[in-house]
């Protein structure tokens, strides 16, 4: 891929000294607006609206053609509470703004071929800001956040080489389809853009249960009715910033997402490194590499890599120490890249103990204890480390980092889950699943009742020893995700 901004080229020729003096005075008029703008926009930035002013609605308000009833109280009121939050957190305003400059111009026209509005596109700033790479813990993933059978549904390849929830144009296209469709069944913005944040059945059986299909009358989750109002605040300021003070100048834009498409033909799968040089962008533009401990020539690459970047004098040796987060298989990678098992390696936290020393001709490397964060916060990173194998079994609770663990799979890995453990489809009751896979492996109390936390201890150590498949907890888009 090649991304390339369009140069202009402005030619301006001054044939007479008649069209030269306008040229001049004409220059002489545009400096001092020029000036006089400048000066606004340094005292708009210091001069901000003040919040109350912000949500004093003046106008009618619509979204996908709708209006939004702001004359009732309670409407009125939510909306308000959106606006006001969205504006507290300015800099993520102003990365809405900049990144809807890159990635608006294509989403609109693929909600326009849709034959779709337009409004639709403040769907994708609510759920991901507008960034690729984002996952959420429940397994939703890309610019609309489509789960993974949605997203299988709606036509998006997902599998563990390629994910194309993360692919705007695609993705674009399929949350099109799938608005379109909850558009077919609800026959209305409000309720469709509900139900793709809460799901078609839980909505249509509220509607059921409340008598009222009219959205704001329903009583929906908190996330679900605060939901629809954040998409609507987000166009509210999105649409308008200046008047809440947010002051752009062209520069101040993120250039439009532009990209060369190349097809490729080729009998064998491609190294992304390869991809990457033959594109002349940087390795990190197409995508991070994982290696696996175990293997030499994988180990070997970690290593020249190192190599490169200390561009070391050649008669020196490359110190190289490896760190991390206990039983994460840094001493199996120094064992594999020495060539010898020269570091104590077990599948428990804290194997090594203290710094070791190894020596090849070319490289010393050091083995580290594992390393891990004085507080485990978020609870997430917490599981995650539990559910690894990072922290010690004496400091965990097998039947919370289970649960963890089999929400996990079942968001993110349902295949994994099925192949292992033989089910035709995945349960929407988790129970069951646990105690299903407790059966199977035999984990029964007295009285032939099903040993619950046995059954989750059973699946944390075959995820742990690799009998699921290849997991991976977090990604490095995880990571930008929190930047
Ligand atoms: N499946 C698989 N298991 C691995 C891999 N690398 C390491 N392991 C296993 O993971 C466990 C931990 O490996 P170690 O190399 O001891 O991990 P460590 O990070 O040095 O652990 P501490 O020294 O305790 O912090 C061992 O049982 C290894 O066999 C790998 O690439 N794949
Ligand atoms: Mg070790």
Redesign the pocket.
């Known amino acids: 891929m090649e991304f390339k901004n369009n140069n202009k080229q402005i030619g301006i020729i001054c044939l007479m000294r008649l069209v030269l003096y306008c040229w001049c005075v004409f220059f002489a008029i545009t400096l001092s607006s020029f000036a006089d703008d400048t000066n606004k926009i340094y005292s708009n930035e210091f001069e901000l609206p003040s919040l109350i002013e912000c949500v004093r609605f003046s106008e009618p308000l619509f979204f996908c053609g709708n209006q939004v009833p702001l004359y009732r109280q309670d409407v009125r009121e939510r909306l308000e509470k959106e606006v006001l939050l969205a504006l507290w957190d300015r800099p993520q305003v102003i990365l809405w703004i900049k990144r809807a400059s890159k990635y608006f111009p294509h989403m609109e026209k693929i909600i326009n071929q849709a034959d779709l509005p337009d409004d639709l596109k403040y769907v994708a700033v609510i759920e991901s800001g507008l960034r690729p790479h984002v996952s959420s813990h429940k397994g939703a993933v890309g610019y609309w956040q489509f789960m993974r059978p949605t997203g299988k549904m709606y036509g998006l390849k997902i599998n563990y080489k390629i994910d194309e929830r993360r692919n705007l144009f695609k993705s674009t296209r399929s949350a099109c389809k799938y608005l379109k469709e909850l558009n077919r069944q609800f026959d209305d913005w409000f309720l469709s853009v509900a139900a793709y944040n809460m799901g078609a059945r839980g909505l249509k059986n509220q509607i059921k249960v409340q008598e009222t299909d009219e959205f704001y009358s329903l009583y929906l989750s908190e996330e679900t009715q605060r939901y629809v109002f954040k998409i609507i605040a987000a166009k509210f300021i999105m649409e308008n910033p200046q008047k809440f003070g947010f002051i752009f100048q062209k520069q101040d834009y993120y250039p439009v997402f532009e990209f060369d498409k190349i097809n490729i033909n080729s009998s064998r799968q491609l190294p992304i490194a390869l991809v990457a040089k033959a594109a002349g962008v940087s390795f990190r533009t197409i995508k991070a590499l994982a290696i696996?401990?175990?293997n030499p020539k994988e180990t070997k690459r970690a290593i020249e890599y190192c190599q490169r970047i200390t561009k070391k004098n050649k008669a020196q040796k490359t110190k190289i120490m490896v760190i991390?987060i206990?039983?994460?298989?840094?001493?199996?990678?120094i064992n594999s890249i020495v060539g010898k098992k020269a570091?104590?390696?077990?599948?428990?936290?804290?194997?090594?103990r203290h710094n070791q020393r190894m020596a090849t001709k070319d490289i010393d490397i050091y083995?580290t204890?594992?390393i891990l964060w004085p507080v485990l916060e978020p609870k997430l990173r917490a599981d995650i480390l539990a559910a690894s194998g990072a922290i010690a079994s004496t400091a965990m609770d097998y039947n919370d980092t289970g649960a963890f663990t089999l929400n996990f799979l079942i968001n993110n890995y349902p295949d994994l889950l099925k192949t292992r453990y033989k089910f035709d489809k995945i349960s929407s009751d988790r129970t069951r699943i646990i105690e299903e896979i407790g059966k199977k492996r035999g984990c029964l109390k007295k009285g032939g009742k099903i040993d619950i936390q046995r059954a989750y201890e059973m699946l944390i150590n075959e995820l742990r020893?690799?009998k699921l498949g290849r997991i991976s907890f977090e990604k490095p888009e995880n990571i930008e995700e929190n930047l």
């Open positions: 696996t401990g175990r991390g206990p039983n994460t298989g840094k001493s199996t990678i570091a104590k390696t077990g599948n428990v936290p804290a194997i090594t083995d204890p594992g020893q690799g």
